[in-house]
């Protein structure tokens, strides 16, 4: 029987347009290999067209004073609270995450919207006293134009949120690509923004690959300033790009997340909490936790209590209640995942659950990866190193804190940790000398909240951070301001009596 398929079209100036060419792709459900919906495969007029139309919003958008570009925001968010089951039914079917999770994934959407809709009422900046007499000082935020958002497709609405919102309440347009994998994501999301009352060109949307639409983004003169979340590889490029053409780029790029685990932690908590960060999202999130550090007396304890889990894990299609982990999003992912567990294999690690695709039933169809765990895993493996971004995980063995902080450390990456232990004194330690962006005490290494800085260090990221005040420094630049009412020059520096 044949299911009609529905039709999206990018949003350029205010209006749903077909991609100049006419040329479409599918978008499809990895649960179940169906069509979930056609869009467009634009290309680079189509980037243009809506570069042009964030240009010229610019000029308007940016005088709107920002309580007022703020109320459309809380508009916005109430929008997404109200469609907050449909979106999230959505986002399962296009990328696989259990329901529990895409409704996590909107509601920090809502967090951030409302948290950043706030900051239009305060956007502080300072005033400070001047070195000269009858001269005022102070610093504003000022707005840098169109801005180009690139984003991944495993956190289809929250990852957005993180740079739209921003960007729009500091003054900014946007031309926005969604991942390939995500699109309509993408979409329902700016149809939330029209809905709320955003001028035409404020924000625009555009689909297609990141070959074609990434690139005439990053490429664009008239585009100021691009924010991409994703690959280390691609995230560099573009940086390398950006530094050529002059552009302020920031970027939120791989980890490679560890949990530590000491002898004294409570193994109960520790369990549940690396099941969750391994598994939740299929692995498939930027702060998903690949290494586990092992304090050595608990070792034996700790890796039969994982297996034991892990067996009990349901896959299954994201929209079914009972179902722990859904697909990885697909077969090309798929098909790193398991290169990864080749690579393993080969380098001696002991795969002791997992490691291999389930096709049982009518998992055929999509594309669903065991549950993973390696064990005897040296830390310099190359699964130990690198970021695989699926359901895949590795115990090390570690003497004692330090050795374990070393281990966690010595990776190219740093976003987030996580420490197991109920030593106050350990705790402070691994906070201290942890190199990431993020630390967690008895907590796994994900579900960061949005009103703190997300991001992290190395090969991480760029120096930025989303989330927090702190995202307003990436979308808005500094003025400084000073009003001399003396009537005389007054030389700083040098006029000192
Ligand atoms: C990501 O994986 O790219 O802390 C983002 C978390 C989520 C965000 C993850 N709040 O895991």
Redesign the pocket.
């Known amino acids: 029987m044949a299911v009609e398929v529905q039709v999206f079209k990018n949003y350029i100036d205010g209006k749903w347009v077909d991609a100049k060419s006419g040329k479409t792709f599918e978008s499809i459900n990895p649960a179940t290999g169906e069509v979930l919906a056609v869009v467009s495969q634009s290309g680079p007029e189509d980037v243009d067209a809506a570069v042009q139309a964030a240009k010229k919003a610019f000029q308007s958008w940016r005088k709107v004073p920002a309580p007022r570009r703020a109320e459309i925001l809380f508009r916005a968010a109430e929008l997404l609270v109200k469609r907050k089951e449909e979106l999230a039914r959505l986002m399962t079917q296009e990328m696989g995450k259990v329901l529990l999770e895409a409704r996590g994934d909107v509601q920090?959407a809502i967090d951030m919207t409302y948290f950043i809709a706030g900051e239009g009422r305060r956007m502080h900046g300072y005033t400070t006293p001047s070195e000269m007499p009858n001269k005022a000082a102070y610093c504003i935020r000022q707005p840098i134009g169109v801005c180009g958002i690139i984003t991944p497709w495993?956190?289809p609405m929250?990852?957005p949120s993180w740079k739209i919102i921003p960007a729009l309440v500091c003054g900014n347009t946007v031309v926005f690509k969604p991942a390939s994998y995500t699109p309509v994501c993408g979409i329902k999301f700016v149809e939330i923004f029209e809905e709320a009352g955003l001028p035409p060109g404020v924000l625009n949307i555009v689909t297609g690959s990141g070959g074609v639409v990434g690139d005439a983004i990053v490429e664009h003169p008239d585009v100021a300033l691009i924010s991409f979340?994703g690959s280390t590889e691609i995230g560099l490029r573009i940086a390398e790009k950006c530094g050529r053409l002059g552009k302020r780029v920031s970027l939120e790029m791989g980890g490679k997340n560890a949990i530590i685990v000491m002898d004294d932690a409570d193994l109960n908590l520790a369990e549940d909490s690396i099941i969750w960060a391994a598994f939740g999202t299929s692995g498939q999130?930027?702060?998903a936790a690949s290494r586990v550090i092992v304090h050595e007396p608990i070792k034996k304890d700790l890796t039969e209590r994982l297996v034991e889990r892990i067996k009990r894990l349901r896959l299954g299609d994201g929209l079914r209640p009972e179902t722990d982990v859904g697909p990885v999003v697909s077969l090309s992912q798929l098909e790193r995942i398991h290169s990864y567990v080749e690579i393993g294999k080969q380098e001696g690690a002991k795969l002791l659950v997992g490691g291999q695709r389930v096709t049982e039933g009518e998992l055929a169809r999509g594309y669903f990866y065991a549950p993973t765990l390696f064990d005897e895993v040296h830390p310099k493996m190359r699964i130990a190193q690198e970021e695989i971004f699926g359901p895949v995980t590795d115990l090390i063995r570690a003497k004692d804190l330090d050795e374990a902080v070393a281990i966690l450390n010595d990776v190219q990456y740093g976003l987030s940790a996580s420490i197991f232990t109920r030593d106050v004194n350990k705790a402070m330690r691994a906070i201290e000398e942890i190199h990431t962006g993020i630390v967690y005490v008895n907590h796994g290494t994900?579900?960061?909240e949005v009103h703190l800085p997300f991001g992290g260090t190395k090969f991480t990221g760029n120096g930025h951070r989303e989330g927090g005040v702190q995202v307003l420094d990436v979308f808005s630049e500094w003025k400084a301001v000073y009003i001399d009412y003396s009537g005389r020059l007054q030389r700083a520096q040098i006029d000192r009596e």
Do not use: M, Q
């Open positions: 920090e495993n956190f929250a990852i979340t999130r930027c702060t994900i579900g960061a």
